[in-house]
C-alpha cells in the first residue's frame, strides 16, 4: 500500500517541476525576444558612434584625396560603409554634393529584423573645406540571434 502513495506522489512532483521548468523556459525566450533587439542597436549605435568619432578625428586636416583613400580602404575591409558629402561653400552651406557611389536606397531589406544605423561627421580638410562623412552599417537582427 505504501508503494501506490509513492507512485501516486511521484507523477505529482513529475508535473509540477516539469510545469515549473517549461514556464521559466518560456519567460526567458520570450523576455530575451523582447529585450534583445533594443540592447543589440544600442549596443551597435554606440560601436558606430565610437568608431566613426576615431576615424573623424583621425582624418582631420588631412587633403580630399587622402581621406577618399583612407575611406576606401576601410569601407572595403569593415561592415561599415562611408559617404562623403562635401559641403559647398560657395552656394549655400547646406547644399551637398554626393561624391560616394554607395547608396542606401540600392539595400533591399530580405527580412523584417533588418536595422540600419546612419552616423554623421563633419570634418574641416587641409584646405579649410568641410567634408560630411556618413557611417552606414546594416545588420539582420535574427542573424545575430541566432548565433
Known amino acids: ?12 512532483i513529475f508535473l509540477l517541476t516539469f510545469s515549473i521548468m517549461t514556464f521559466i523556459t518560456i519567460l526567458i525566450h520570450i523576455s530575451i525576444y523582447i529585450i534583445f533587439p533594443k540592447v543589440y542597436i544600442k ?3 554606440k ?3 565610437n568608431k566613426s ?3 573623424a578625428e583621425s582624418l582631420k586636416g588631412e587633403d580630399l584625396n587622402t581621406v577618399k583613400k583612407v575611406i576606401d580602404i576601410y569601407s572595403k575591409n569593415n561592415d561599415i560603409k562611408i559617404n ?3 559641403k559647398n561653400n560657395k552656394i549655400n552651406n547646406n547644399n551637398n554634393s554626393n561624391d560616394s557611389s554607395f547608396k542606401v536606397d540600392d539595400l533591399n531589406p530580405k527580412t523584417k529584423t533588418n536595422i540600419l544605423i546612419i552616423e554623421e561627421r563633419e ?3 587641409k584646405d579649410n573645406q568641410k567634408v ?6 546594416g545588420k539582420d537582427i535574427s542573424d545575430k540571434a541566432k548565433n
Do not use: A, R, Y
Open 1 to 12: 500500500m505504501k508503494k501506490l502513495k509513492d507512485i501516486k506522489l511521484f507523477p505529482k
Open 43 to 45: 549596443s551597435e549605435e
Open 47 to 49: 560601436n558606430i558612434q
Open 53 to 55: 568619432k576615431e576615424i
Open 84 to 86: 562623403v558629402n562635401i
Open 123 to 125: 570634418i574641416d580638410l
Open 132 to 137: 560630411i562623412l556618413q557611417f552606414i552599417k
